[in-house]
């Protein structure tokens, strides 16, 4: 017989717009079993695995539609890889958190949720809840924080978003119903190098304590529908195999009824997976399970009743998501605001400003005043990152730099002036310096081409990357693919391509002379296919061009035979069915045409003339997406290129120095001293720009906070290295003191900036801290008063400094406050339970810590009041 819905009680769910309101919870699980009953071994087991790229296969026979899943957290890209429709770029997800306000990212799960509807999408692959272990991580700006209850504190609030549905688009009162959330990723990823093979060495305590923390307090607040499981193992068993976590903690200890679903290529093992609690094997269409599975069920190493309690996940997520109703009409609510709507752009730019965090502001510089010139400075003043790399990308309509967004607040008073180079790889040609060649239209050409050199397709593409192989699944594979794209500009021009392969590209000029032809052999480097997908290699050459020369590019893909490629490492077993042979044919293209800038010494001194002439020079600096990236991890926390010498020689020159940090993750600031105030603004999405000026002219204050702190030298951190060892084991060594509680505990150098830290632009002065109990739990009050000028928004964080030896401070509560100025409120912060435990691993349970004392703090580098606790 099939299983009932298996482990938690349905009816602690909290059923969607989207079902039957008059069906009871039992009656959910009997529909359920009742279509599992009519599955045969076969169709249950093709439920298991998707059917494309981002899609799941549908089965008319139970009424069960297709099911959608979108890459997040920064826009619901769509199903596409690249190239897809516009969609809105999100502020990123440490900028999100940096507000410290759980209705700012509610807010943005109801936007991700719209975003999905517009789609048809029903599952939302985020949030990302992993924590900043080490600054170095370079997936780091799509997760929250290093403090594990600061994400999940966040991740629980966007949840509620982006499953509470669609908010009534039309004013008739009608609802769409909600999206599910994936969080991800299960667990310890908190690295990229390796990410594929490495081990993450883990205490049961940090797992339990700091790690796993943000899932269970999603489950507990927020009940998210899914999961996703990660690439790496965990004390030597891979994430999608870890029957320990999915099914004993997860599924078993907190009740929890959702889907567990693998990363894209993560699943190594058949058995062993299936077994393991894992629920869904993606992508599809080939996997590690399919024939395998069924094969493994017949001989008995998976029983039938495992099988059917994966498809009771599968089917009561879409139940969730409207794809399995009885009525089969659309989950899918109409009339969602366009990406590059009003309501979106508003949105877009209050959230971005929102999480903005001020560091510095000796005399008060900011906000900008007066009426005097300015200089804007730097490559990331025009062209600002407003996102960052790998699955997280997407399409926008727009992207506005702070160039554009400061020119249109100050006009005629600002310069503009370029900075020094800030990237180490070429990039995909950008739009607006190429034109179609058939179509006109700005952007490219794409034709792929067959084996024997058949055109399969020919159309137009407004960004010049494709991928290959992976999410277009209704054509023929190709075996070549020609991008042709015609200048728009002349001049100095860098040239080449990105992605595996051999390279033919013709340069010919307006009058059909050719100008260039380079052959390029590019091998993909390292063993891990993630790397080689995600970060692949390119090739580029300088040329000087005329306007309207015309490029055409031809990729001949040379699959890399990752059997063979992994054979040869010493310390890597993959069984034979492992999912990551599957990726053996995605690949990437990519033209890059970019004009070439002035050179850096030309920049640096064309900068320190400006700012000697303003006065007051606003420098523009960060990261790019070759840093904070999927697929690869940074080696030092260094700004890229000149970029510390543009400051510093900036600031000799100007009265006044202003510097915006253009970067989601922290930077060493070595110029700290000779500045006059720092801000920084993260990847703040396509509305950047216009938020940046907002904040810098004093139209939005940045009331945000640190969620990482800011190490002061390369190595000074509680947890640094991201390398795992020669037998690819990273070592977790730090335990549970992550973050700022290494630092507190004396692990590493007192931090540049504190977690937690950030100025606004108000004045604070904490009062009558006193220690008090909410229904057992205990909470400490306090009299907060604004003693600036102007009204204020402050952020009171309630740190945790157990008696016990050995026990790591630890952020306990918060909320956040509005108070005008010169005005007086009263506050209560209350301690969540959850950070007032300790894992004993010596019989495998909760201890409740008692004693100790409480810490009110703008960050532990500014501790306001103590109060004792027993």
């Known amino acids: 017989m099939p299983a009932a819905l298996p482990v938690t009680k349905v009816s602690d769910m909290a059923e969607s717009p989207s079902t039957d309101s008059t069906s009871t919870d039992a009656q959910q699980r009997e529909a359920i079993a009742q279509a599992i009953s009519r599955l045969s071994l076969e169709d249950k087991v093709r439920l298991l695995t998707g059917e494309t790229a981002f899609t799941l296969p549908g089965n008319a026979a139970i009424g069960l539609a297709p099911l959608a899943f979108s890459d997040g957290p920064t826009g619901v890209r769509g199903l596409k890889f690249m190239g897809g429709d516009a969609v809105a770029l999100f502020p990123n997800a440490t900028l999100i958190a940096s507000s410290w306000d759980d209705a700012i990212a509610e807010e943005v799960g109801g936007m991700l949720s719209e975003e999905a509807h517009r789609q048809n999408i029903h599952v939302v692959l985020g949030p990302t809840i992993n924590l900043h272990r080490t600054p170095l991580g370079g997936r780091l700006f799509e997760a929250y924080s290093e403090d594990p209850y600061l994400t999940g504190r966040a991740a629980s609030a966007y949840v ?22 994936c969080l991800k990723h299960l667990v310890a990823n908190e690295s990229e190098i390796l990410r594929n093979f490495m081990n993450s060495q883990v205490s049961e305590t940090a797992l339990r304590e700091v790690y796993l923390l ?31 976590i999915q099914n004993g903690i997860v599924k078993g200890e907190w009740g929890w009824d959702g889907l567990i679903m693998s990363d894209w290529f993560a699943t190594k093992r058949t058995v062993e997976s299936a077994n393991g609690g894992l629920d869904l094997v993606m992508p599809g269409p080939s996997g590690p399970w399919g024939e395998r599975l069924v094969a493994a069920v017949r001989r008995g190493d998976v029983a039938e009743s495992t099988v059917d309690e994966h498809i009771a996940r599968l089917l ?29 752009r508003e949105q877009l730019r209050r959230i971005a400003s929102r999480g903005m965090t001020l560091l510095k502001n000796a005399d008060g510089v900011l906000p900008l005043a007066g009426d005097g010139p300015v200089a804007l400075v730097g490559r990331s003043a025009v062209a600002t990152v407003c996102m960052g790399g790998g699955s997280a990308q997407v399409t926008p309509p727009y992207q506005v730099t702070i160039a ?3 020119s249109a607040r100050l006009g005629d008073r600002l310069t503009v002036v370029d900075g020094v180079a800030i990237r180490r790889r070429p990039v995909a040609a950008s739009a607006e310096f190429l034109s179609d060649p058939v179509s006109g239209e700005p952007g490219i050409r794409v034709t792929q081409l067959a084996a024997d050199g058949r055109e399969i397709s020919s159309a137009h593409s407004p960004v010049a990357s494709l991928s290959t192989g992976f999410d277009d699944p209704s054509q023929e594979s190709p075996a070549a693919v020609r991008l042709d794209a015609v200048l728009s500009s002349g001049g100095t021009v860098r040239v080449g391509g990105i992605g595996a392969g051999h390279w033919r590209l013709v340069v010919t000029g307006p009058d059909g002379a050719v100008l260039a032809e380079l052959d390029r052999d590019v091998t993909t480097e390292g063993f891990d296919p993630g790397e080689g997908i995600l970060r692949p290699p390119a090739f580029s050459e300088v040329l000087d061009l005329p306007e309207g020369s015309r490029i055409s590019a031809t990729q001949t893909f040379r699959p890399v035979d990752w059997r063979a490629v992994l054979a040869a490492q010493p310390h890597v077993r993959v069984a034979e069915e492992s999912h990551l042979f599957a990726a053996s044919g995605v690949g990437l293209a990519t033209l890059v045409a970019e004009p070439i800038p002035v050179s850096d010494d030309d920049a640096l001194a064309a900068a320190e003339d400006a700012a000697r002439r303003a006065g007051t020079a ?16 940074k080696h030092t926390l260094a700004l890229p290129g000149r970029q510390d010498e543009l ?3 900036v600031a000799a020159a100007a009265e006044r120095t202003v ?17 006059d105030a720092v801000l920084v603004v993260g990847l703040p999405g396509q509305e950047g720009g216009h938020a940046v000026a907002d904040v810098l002219t004093g139209e939005a204050e940045p009331t945000g906070r640190l969620v990482t702190s800011f190490p002061s030298a390369d190595g000074a951190a509680p947890a640094w290295s991201t390398q795992p060892d020669e037998t690819l084991t990273l070592d ?29 632009f108000g004045a604070w002065e904490y009062a009558d801290a006193a220690l008090t109990d909410d229904d057992g739990v205990p909470s400490v009050s306090l009299t907060l008063r604004n003693v600036s000028a102007r009204d204020s928004r402050e952020v009171v964080q309630l740190y945790y400094v157990p008696a016990e030896a050995g026990q790591p401070v630890r952020l306990a509560g918060y909320t956040n406050v509005e108070v005008p100025a010169g005005g007086s409120v009263p506050v209560v912060v209350r301690a969540d339970p959850r950070l007032l435990r300790r894992w004993d691993e010596a019989d495998g349970s909760w201890r409740e810590l008692t004693g100790g004392e409480f810490l009110l703090a703008r960050g532990l580098g500014d501790v306001r009041a103590r109060v004792s606790w027993r």
């Open 214 to 244: 943000p899932f269970e307090m999603a489950v507990q607040d927020a009940r998210p529908w899914a999961m996703m499981a990660a690439y790496n193992d965990i004390n030597g068993i891979t994430a999608t195999e870890q029957d320990h």
């Open 647 to 649: 400051v510093t020689r």
């Open 618 to 633: 606003v420098v523009v600096v960060g990261l790019t997406e070759e840093d904070e990236t999927e697929a690869a991890d």
């Open 659 to 675: 510097v915006v940090v253009n970067a989601a993750t922290p930077v060493l600031m070595p110029w700290l001293d000779a500045v």
């Open 160 to 181: 509620r978003g982006l499953q509470d549905g669609a908010p009534d688009p039309d004013g008739t009162g009608r609802r769409g119903g909600g999206t599910g959330a």
């Open 404 to 406: 554009e967004g400061l």
């Open 316 to 344: 009561l997520l879409a139940r969730r998501t409207g794809a399995f109703a009885a009525d089969g009409a659309s989950p899918f609510a109409s009339g969602m605001p366009a990406p590059d709507s009003a309501e979106r």
């Open 732 to 760: 977790y060594s730090d335990g549970t003191a992550i973050g700022y509680r290494g630092y507190h505990a004396g692990d590493a150098p007192e931090p540049l900036f504190w977690f937690g830290a950030g100025l606004g």
